[in-house]
């Protein structure tokens, strides 16, 4: 019996040296340790022998499958680490590879353009107000000094909903709101941006529907030489310390006077190139005193209170301070000339 032993544990190590898998392995397990395994049936033959015998076969039989046992924990063991060594040399991962891109956002320019405007006239204590893109023709044209049939109306072609009801034309109708929310009583300091729309026929320079900031400054003694001193800083900020400003006269119905402010070009330096059309100087926006009949229209006391406003376009602006020759770039959305300005 104890030479069977013997042959049995040979036998196993040989094959246990041959296994591969894990189950071949296992399939050993139960073939020399299971119930019905070679170990097994020689101690159910114990009973046959005589009995100062049985201790030392039992010892023996315990010791092989111990011997056994082990040597298959042991093919098992490296059997899981070979599997492992390939399975990380397979999911290895080239870390030289380069990444996939991610395109990331960032903000419109007239968005980025308006922000800075903002900030600007926040810090000089002005409040962001907001109004209605569809408008009462009372606060776009009426309040502002313009009747029915006021053939200043014309200088805006307005797309008309109803008799009544329009697309603002202009952001100066948040002015005649801003001045009648506080019924005439109190001063006012107030830009308003937003998006306007004209009936005009698309092209490099006109657009039907483009934005406008609104300036409004009302107090008492608030005079012309505040207006030019506000644009003026105004105008040093977007373009630069060396950008000189001149006040022309103009003609809006809401403002009297009225000028134009203009700004000498950068490109020239105010001498006269192309982009300033010889004359040194670019428009930049419309501006005035508001007119006594704004100002009573919407409660004012006009002995006490005096006041100047300002009207100007991001999109002029923006396409002054980055050279965009042509204003539809600013709404066809294409990202490739959106995404050259993230940074601005
Ligand atoms: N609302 C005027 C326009 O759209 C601009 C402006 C605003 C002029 C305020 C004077 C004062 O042309």
């Known amino acids: 019996m104890k030479d069977e032993l013997k042959q049995i544990e040979e036998e196993a190590i040989a ?5 591969e898998t894990l189950k071949e392995a296992q399939d050993l397990q139960v073939a020399y340790l299971g119930r019905k395994g070679s170990i097994t049936s020689v101690l159910r033959g114990m009973g046959k022998l005589p009995a100062e015998e049985r201790p030392v ?10 011997i056994i046992s082990e040597a298959l924990e042991n093919k098992k063991t490296a059997i899981e680490a070979e599997q492992l060594e390939a399975q990380l040399a397979k999911e290895h991962i080239d870390v030289t590879l380069p990444g996939r891109h991610v395109a990331i956002g960032g903000p419109h320019l007239l968005t980025s353009i308006i922000e800075e405007i903002e900030d600007l006239f926040i810090g000089l204590g002005y409040e962001v107000k907001e109004g209605p893109e569809v408008e009462e023709d009372y606060y776009n ?5 313009l009747p029915k049939g006021h053939p200043a109306r014309d200088m805006q072609d307005s797309f008309y909903i109803t008799n009544e009801l329009l697309l603002r034309t202009h952001t100066s109708p948040v002015q005649a709101r801003t001045m009648r929310e506080v019924e005439g009583r109190e ?5 308003c941006p937003g998006k306007v729309y004209r009936r005009d026929s698309d092209d490099a320079t006109h657009s039907h529907q483009f934005t406008q900031i609104e300036g409004l400054y009302i107090d008492e003694k608030v005079r012309m030489s505040d207006l030019k001193g506000t644009l003026k800083l105004f105008a040093k900020h977007m373009f630069g310390a060396d950008r000189e400003i001149r006040l022309r006269p103009s003609f809006f119905p809401f403002t009297e006077p009225s000028v134009e402010m203009d700004i000498s070009c950068k490109v ?4 006269g190139c192309s982009v300033c059309k010889k004359t040194g100087w670019i428009e930049i926006l419309g501006a005035g005193m508001v007119h006594p009949k704004v100002l009573e229209m919407a409660g004012y006391d006009t002995e006490k209170y005096t006041g100047f406003a300002f009207g100007m376009g991001p999109d002029r602006i923006a396409m002054l301070k980055y050279g965009v020759d042509d204003i539809r770039q600013f709404y066809v959305n294409d990202v490739r000339f959106l995404s050259q300005y993230h940074h601005a």
């Open 57 to 66: 076969v039992g010892e023996l039989a315990n010791k092989v499958r111990e």
């Open 15 to 19: 094959q246990i040296d041959q296994v």
């Open 268 to 271: 020239c330096a105010g001498k």
């Open 141 to 145: 044209f009426e309040a502002l000094n």
């Open 187 to 191: 001063p006012i300091r107030m830009i």
